[in-house]
């Protein structure tokens, strides 16, 4: 299994993932409940490596991952992914999976508000991106048109 994480300043997405890009879990949770998750993962699952984007934070959460995989005697890698455009990214899969509605269900997708943060999709994604699965260069973003 694999954890990737999706590191911020106040909040996180994470999300559990098997070897074929599966999603077991994701969520969002709030910093200071970071170390009891991860405890409650690596005793409840095999994880294998964790991922964590690249972005706000990141060096804070590795620290923090270390020192528990250390307390634990674990011997888990933990791997950086490139975080560009995974946002964008995110945003799109939330769209796929939650069907707009009101009003917003007649606006381009562009200009649709998501009414929710989308740092679990960005942990997921994360993790794809780790397994070759997902490409966040081939976002429709205006940078890349």
Known sequence: MILAIDPGSQKMGVAILDITGNLIEKKIIHNS??????????????????????????????QRIESIIKKYE??????????????????????????PYGLN?????????????????????????FLGLAKPENVKHKKNR
Request: glycine content about 4%; hydrophobic content about 40%.
């Open 33 to 62: 409940f970071f170390e009891e998750y991860l405890k409650n993962i690596l005793e409840k699952m095999d994880i294998h490596t964790i991922v964590s984007g690249d972005g706000t934070h990141h060096k804070d959460i590795i």
């Open 74 to 99: 674990k011997s888990i890698p933990v791997v950086l992914v490139n975080e560009k455009y995974t946002t964008e990214m995110a945003k799109q899969w939330y769209w796929k999976e939650n069907n």
């Open 105 to 129: 269900r007649f606006l381009p997708q562009g200009l649709r508000t998501i009414p929710v943060p989308v740092d679990d999709y960005v942990a997921w994604i994360l993790g794809r991106i």
